[in-house]
């Protein structure tokens, strides 16, 4: 959460760094991540729960891509975290800036302050990606953002349920800037939920593009949810790519990419 009883904002922050983006419509990109701290959804699937709360440090990395960790204390005041983007910065070297987490509406009122100078500092598109549960925030930072991934959760694999505010968070979002739509896929993917969040993408518009992200097993988030997590089959998501396209007219199924490249 942002700290605004001073004059100078702070965030809680995870971690920046520089990588190659392995999810959805950035694939394969260079950004500069920002991964803030805390997210109010708690989805089984979950690859970031050390996201969940706030440490009493960040970790951020001194040159791009190194992974030469500094260690600093929480909250991180917002001319600080100027510096280190600026840092990161190095001429050509990347497409744009990702703002994770965690989810980073939670600090909409930080953003607001920073992402101005951000722009100004870098000119580099900036990204957001987000849950999509939270279109009270969104309009706040609008105006400062270029594109919008949001997480469309399926009660079935995610065991999050947020229809009508997905449904407000994409009418903000399309057609002012570039977003497109992730889902995460399990082998317990129940077919008429995805059917109904086709029908809810195609009603917003049947151009917005759709990934379906087979979802990585991971023991650690296994352990916290108590619920197997399994990879849906090839012939899974051959039939749901298939279904989805009745309504929709871009559906991708993409694995997480990073993970292939032993990536954070
Ligand atoms: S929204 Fe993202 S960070 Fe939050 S619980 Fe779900 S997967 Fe994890």
Redesign the pocket.
Known sequence: MTANTTAEPTARLIEVFSAIQGEGLNVGTRQIFIRFAF?????H?????H??NAPANCRIERSPGFRDFETHSNPVPLPILLAWIERQNLPSLHDSISLT???PLLHAGFLKEFLPQLRSLTGLPIYLE??G?RPEQLPMILPYLDSVGM?L?LPSV?G?SYWQEHMKFLQICYPHLETFIKI?VSQHTDVAELEQAALLVADVSPDIPVFLQPVTPLAESEQLTKTPILAPTPEQVLTWQALMRRVLKHVRVVPQTHKMLNQL
């Open positions: 997210c109010d959804l708690r989805c699937f979950c690859d970031s729960v996201t969940w987490g965690g989810e987000t849950g549960h997480d959760k995610s999050e995460i």
